[in-house]
Nanobody
Framework: QLQLVESGGGLVQPGGSLRLSCKFS????????IGWFRQAPGKEREGVSC????????DYADSVKGRFTISRDNAKNTAYLFMNNLKPENNAIYYC???????????????????????WGQGTAVPSTS
């Protein structure tokens, strides 16, 4: 059974940092695209950052460029989102998501849209830092 489990959320002071982790089980990560999304209170779920199967293509929302970094460690079946210089508006539930790809699409960039991912974790909370 495919399962994604996020961890690493928590309260941090403005300007602080967090590392979110997403542990995958039930499948090997190699050909999966991975995305991090967030949903703030009263808002739609939005894409934060996505990485393609090879790890060579990364996409970031404008609001997090230069502050957040996505990475993947296929050997550990884990993806990460490093969040630096956190701001109060980063308050949200953060979700990781995955979508299986094909060997032929290994280097192909993948749209960072929630509709393009079909397996989701339960989320980890990053409360308001205000």
């Amino acid at each position: 059974q495919l399962q994604l489990v996020e961890s690493g959320g928590g309260l941090v002071q403005p300007g602080g940092s967090l590392r979110l982790s997403c542990k995958f089980s039930g499948f090997t990560l190699d050909y999966y695209r991975i995305g991090w999304f967030r949903q703030a209170p009263g808002k739609e779920r939005e894409g934060v950052s996505c990485i393609n199967s090879s790890g060579g293509s990364k996409d970031y929302a404008d609001s997090v460029k230069g502050r957040f970094t996505i990475s993947r460690d296929n050997a550990k079946n884990t993806a990460y989102l490093f969040m630096n210089n956190l701001k109060p508006e980063n308050n949200a539930i953060y979700y990781c998501a995955a979508r299986e790809g094909r060997m032929s699409d290994y280097d192909r960039p993948w749209p960072c849209l929630k509709s393009r991912f079909d397996t989701w974790g339960q989320g980890t909370a990053v409360p308001s830092t205000s």
